[in-house]
């Protein structure tokens, strides 16, 4: 089905124009299908996100769950999502059942679901094409009861896995291998978003186990993965850090450095968790 009734296309206004179609939203319902109908512009900031949700559920307002899912799926924010969904729980606005569901859906969801009601995109009409229907021309219009359901997929964003799977560890660090597993299932940059977020929280894990998912992720198919694992591990064993990222097949592996050589010569580098602040870490790459 075709919008008949909304054909803005991001081009025809401003990114003042978006603003203040999301700050003019007097209930959640409006805010909701300004959200869902209206194209958004990219490179929103987080700090408007969180302001929307204060502003529709910080007095204890219901389904404050559904707008956080649909602010942190919105392409508006997709470039920030993992700082976004990271401010948004610190509102304290979302309950633990809430942040449960986040991690549910950016964890074990390809996509996120929206359903609306049709009258949202039109009050009236939709176009349906026809195609090659015989006694037609391509198409034609129809009345939509307004009330009927329509859905439309999101795509969930890496950080946001990566932020889900971190969360879910430190939770319960039971989930270590279904997250890895998990991992495993997703294509390429995904699956790393989740390897990633496992080794964002590993500081939750007994040593054994630590040491399992460090070895994981140094063996990950994703550089940028393995990177993070030689981090891990130069905290307490840089010489085999250096040692492993010499023979690696990436080139940009083979030139990382240790955080703390970073550090010491005044280089930026990720702002990810430290590791290797327990000291029985020193016995991760011991036989079992």
Same mark, same amino acid.
């Given at each position: ?75 508006? *924010? ?39 009601? #049709?009258? *949202? ?26 009330? %009927?359901?329509? %859905? ?9 896995? @990566?932020?889900? #799977? ?8 039971? @989930?270590?291998? %279904? ?40 063996? *990950? ?32 592996? @083979?030139? *990382?450095? %240790? ?20 000291? #029985? ?8």
């Amino acid at each position: 089905m075709d919008d008949r009734g909304t054909d803005l296309e991001p081009g025809d206004y401003s990114p003042l124009d978006d603003l203040i179609a999301l700050h003019t939203a007097t209930t959640v319902e409006d805010l909701w299908r300004t959200l869902v109908v209206r194209p958004g512009l990219r490179d929103g900031q987080s700090f408007e996100a969180v302001g929307l949700l204060k502003k529709h559920h910080g007095h204890g307002d219901a389904d404050a769950l559904q707008t956080a899912l649909l602010l942190c799926t919105d392409r508006r *924010w997709d470039r920030d999502s993992g700082r976004l969904v990271r401010a948004l729980v610190e509102t304290g606005i979302l309950g633990d059942a809430d942040i449960g569901e986040l991690i549910e859906c950016f964890v074990w969801s390809d996509r996120y679901r929206v359903t609306y009601p #049709a009258g *949202w995109v039109s009050a009236e009409w939709l176009e349906i094409d026809l195609g090659d229907a015989p006694d037609t021309h391509g198409s034609r219009l129809v009345r939509i009861d307004p009330d %009927s359901p329509v %859905s439309m997929d999101r795509p969930i964003a890496p950080p946001l896995r @990566r932020w889900a #799977a971190a969360t879910d560890l430190r939770r319960d660090p039971r @989930r270590l291998t %279904s997250l890895t597993g998990r991992a495993l299932e997703l294509e390429s940059r995904h699956g790393a978003a989740i390897m990633a977020g496992v080794l964002d929280g590993i500081d939750v894990l007994d040593d054994r186990t630590a040491r399992r998912a460090i070895k994981r992720g140094l063996g *990950w198919p994703r550089g940028s993965v393995r990177i993070q694992a030689l981090d891990l591990l130069a905290a307490f064993d840089a010489e085999l850090a250096r040692s492993l990222a010499a023979v690696d097949t990436d080139a940009k592996v @083979r030139r *990382w450095i %240790s955080r703390r050589a970073r550090r010491d010569a005044g280089a930026s580098y990720p702002t990810h968790r430290e590791a290797g602040s327990n000291p #029985a870490q020193l016995d991760l790459f011991r036989d079992e």
